[in-house]
């Protein structure tokens, strides 16, 4: 059993940045990719990025590349969204989710956190 729980997220101004954290409870957490995800309101829920265990792979959506960088500290249990050059569409409540192998399908991953906004203005 893992439990995740985000922070960071806030009201930016377009072109700002945000960090968002996840912290995992639990001796496993090396054990699983790491995967961020967003929804804003009507759509349904989207990848922006993934690293795998031991934080040596990363891929990230085409919408979010270049701009967003996604880290892992195994000693303390923490997976990062470092968010630069925000966009309005950025918008969005933002999950981390723990999953046994890195991948684009929210479906595929076994936890997940409760949510924190990023509200970008425009």
């Known amino acids: 059993q893992v439990q995740l729980v985000e922070s960071g997220g806030g009201l930016v101004q377009a072109g700002g940045s945000l960090r968002l954290s996840c912290a995992a409870s639990?001796?496993?957490?090396?054990?699983?990719?790491m995967g961020w995800f967003r929804q804003a309101p009507g759509k349904e829920r989207e990848f922006v990025a993934v690293?795998?265990?031991?934080?040596?792979?990363?891929y990230y959506s085409d919408s979010v590349k270049g701009r967003f960088t996604i880290s892992r500290d195994n000693a303390k249990n923490t997976v990062y969204l470092q968010m630069n050059s925000l966009k309005f569409e950025d918008t969005a409540v933002y999950y981390c989710?723990?999953?046994?192998?890195?991948?684009?399908?929210?479906?595929?991953?076994?936890?997940w956190g409760q949510g924190t906004q990023v509200t970008v203005s425009s």
């Open positions: 639990g001796r496993t957490f090396r054990r699983y990719a």
């Open positions: 989710a723990a999953g046994s192998r890195n991948d684009y399908d929210p479906a595929l991953y076994d936890y």
């Open positions: 690293i795998s265990q031991s934080g040596g792979i990363t």
